[in-house]
C-alpha cells in the first residue's frame, strides 16, 4: 500500500491557506478518548506503520533511539487480560478481598476495548553521553507524537499509565527488561461518542517572561 504524504506548503498555495494552519488546528481541537469508549475499527497494518514511524520522529539528543514499541492487537488483547487479572491478585494481598476482586476484572478488561494498544517503552541508559531524563523526555515525546498523529488520521487514542505500567509483573509479561520502562500505554481507536472539552490552561498565569537582574553597586 503507497502511502500519498501531502506538502501542507503545496496544499496551501492552492487554498490560500497559511501552511500549517490544518495542522495547528488539530493541535488546538486534539482531546484524549476514554478507554473505554474507543472500539473498531483501529488503523490498518500500513496506518499503524506509519502512525509508529511518526511517533519515532522526535527530538533524540544524541542519536540514542531511547524508546521502543510493544503493539497488542487482535486476540492478544483477550489473552491478555487473565494475566493481568492474575498479576494484579498476586501483587495486592494485603488489599481487601473485594475491593481486589473489583480491580483484577478491571485489569481482565484493560485492553479489550480499542482495536490496538501500543505501549511505549523508555530504554534510557545511565552510561550514555545524554543524562537519562532527556532520554525519558523524549519517549514521553513519542507517546506525545503518536496520539497527535492517531487524531490526524481520524482515530480517537488516550495515553494512560496505571498499575499495569509500574507492575514488576507485568513488565515480565510484556517482555521489558530489568533497566525499561513504561513511558505509555497508548489505546487506539475509534471514538463511540465526542469527549466533552475540558478546562484548559491560563496561559498568562503560567507563562513569565525572564530579565536579567539589574547591575548591582560598583566596586
Known amino acids: 500500500m503507497n502511502i500519498q504524504v501531502t506538502d501542507p506548503a503545496a ?13 495547528l488546528a488539530l493541535l488546538e481541537t486534539r482531546r484524549s478518548v476514554g478507554m473505554t469508549v474507543l472500539a473498531g475499527p ?5 496506518e499503524l506503520r506509519r502512525l509508529l514511524a511518526i511517533a519515532a520522529r522526535v527530538p533524540d539528543h544524541g542519536g540514542l533511539e531511547p524508546w521502543r514499541f510493544i503493539v497488542i492487537e487482535g486476540q492478544a488483547r483477550f ?3 487473565p494475566h493481568l487479572a492474575a498479576l494484579y491478585a498476586a501483587e495486592n494481598g494485603d488489599m481487601d478481598p473485594e475491593k481486589r476482586a473489583k480491580f ?10 480499542a482495536p490496538v494498544i501500543v505501549i511505549v517503552v523508555s530504554r534510557s541508559d545511565a552510561a550514555a553521553r545524554i543524562p537519562a531524563w532527556e532520554q525519558d523526555l523524549s519517549a514521553g515525546a513519542v507517546c506525545m507524537n503518536l496520539l497527535t ?3 490526524a488520521l481520524g482515530f480517537g487514542a ?9 507492575s514488576p509483573g507485568a513488565h515480565r509479561l510484556f517482555g521489558l527488561e530489568a533497566h525499561e520502562k513504561v513511558a505509555g500505554v497508548v489505546h487506539i481507536g475509534t471514538a463511540k461518542e465526542t469527549p466533552a472539552e475540558r478546562k484548559r490552561p491560563d496561559i498568562a498565569a503560567i507563562t513569565t517572561r525572564w530579565q ?3 547591575a548591582g553597586p560598583k566596586a
Do not use: K, N
Open 79 to 81: 489473552d491478555a487480560g
Open 42 to 46: 483501529g488503523p490498518s497494518e500500513a
Open 11 to 23: 496544499t496551501a498555495q492552492r487554498t490560500g491557506e497559511p501552511a500549517g494552519e490544518g495542522l
Open 104 to 113: 483484577a476484572g478491571i485489569m481482565s478488561r484493560v485492553f479489550t476495548y
Open 149 to 151: 498523529a492517531a487524531a
Open 158 to 166: 488516550t495515553w494512560l499509565t496505571g498499575w499495569a505500567a509500574y
Open 212 to 214: 536579567a537582574p539589574e
